[in-house]
């Protein structure tokens, strides 16, 4: 058994599937195997894979049918050997000591998760590569996780790749078939099962700014799968009966229901039926929501118009410049 399993899912990347593979096998952390999931990807990059396991041992290749990132991930825990989880986007690279450095706090601290900050680069970017003596290590038990991930900064404590975690983490979670906004799906259950989770306050991942790699795509109505995934999230807090995180989690719910809205309505002129779906999502929560704490009367008024007659909320908010 290796420490450490890093799954990288592979779909249209082949420009960019070295130099992820090459800063993976370039960490200075070497007890490790690498499976990389070729997701049915029609270029070269299921030969390139094939290339690098023929010159390590540590690297397993899946071969599958296009089925998205999760089934992708979900592909590599399944035959994970190792003791600890780790998840890299295959156009996207990591600093040689990230391994190394999430691991040994793993360990220090007897956490279940540890992560670190990560960077936004492009082709014009220069990365920093000298780490700091001192590192800024903070530790959240994981009610406090799990309120860290709420706040404004909070989308590092959501991503899946800049961290490890104990494989026993996985044990009853895998992602969501067919659903982009995955990591929204699991990370409230993720958190909630580490007892201890520690933040490296230093960006060891980076996150490079393609419009062609797997996640960075143009607008769809598959982006409201974020909204079904932060109802999951509010089932999830009202079950554990922790009225601050539900709170919390019916705030995200409503700030990115409608700004997927607006979005939808501007680019894809949406469809009545598309708008009735969306409008019984959000309807299946409204007496919930109008017993937030944290949203104005106005605001749960507009609300209700939108529930009883979606074309004069459409109305109002073109009156606003908010729609086309």
């Known amino acids: 058994m290796c420490k450490i399993s890093i799954i990288v899912p592979v779909y249209k990347v082949e420009k960019y599937i070295n130099r992820c593979i090459n800063s993976i096998l370039n960490q200075k952390f070497k007890d490790f195997e690498l499976i990389l999931v070729d997701d049915g990807s029609p270029d070269n990059c299921g030969k390139i894979c094939d290339d690098y396991a023929t010159k390590d041992k540590r690297i397993r290749v899946i071969h599958k049918n296009n089925e998205g990132v999760s089934s992708a ?10 003791e600890y989880i780790g998840f890299v986007d295959s156009d996207e690279y990591i600093h040689p000591n990230m391994y190394d450095i999430l691991y040994n706090t793993i360990i220090d601290y007897q956490a279940d998760i540890a992560f670190c900050d990560y960077d936004m680069v ?4 220069i990365e920093k590569y000298e780490i700091p003596k ?9 009610v406090e996780a799990l309120n860290e991930m709420h706040k404004e900064n909070g989308v590092k404590f959501v991503t899946a790749w800049n961290k490890l975690y104990h494989k026993n983490i996985f044990e009853n979670i895998r992602y969501p078939y067919g659903k982009i906004h995955e990591d929204e799906f699991v990370i409230h259950t993720v958190l909630f099962n580490s007892k201890n989770t520690v933040y490296i306050n230093y960006p060891l991942y980076y996150y490079y700014q393609n419009e ?40 995200t719910f409503v700030l990115n229901f409608f700004n997927c809205y607006k979005k939808a309505f501007n680019l894809l002129n949406m469809d009545n039926t598309h708008i009735k779906t969306y409008k019984k999502l959000f309807a299946s929560e409204l007496l919930y929501l109008l017993k937030c704490p944290l949203f104005s009367f106005k605001e749960k008024c507009m609300w209700v118009l939108f529930c009883i007659n979606s074309n004069l909320y459409n109305k109002y908010l073109q009156l606003k410049g908010e729609i086309l």
């Open 73 to 82: 991930r979900n592909s590599g825990l399944d035959i994970a050997k190792g």
């Open 122 to 125: 492009n082709n014009k970017s």
């Open 134 to 142: 001192i590192l800024n290590i903070n530790k959240f038990n994981n």
């Open 212 to 251: 062609e790699g797997i996640t960075k795509g143009k607008f769809t109505l598959k982006n409201f799968d974020a909204a079904y995934a932060y109802k999951d999230r509010m089932k999830f807090f009202k079950e554990i009966r922790n009225i601050n995180l539900y709170n919390k989690a019916q705030y």
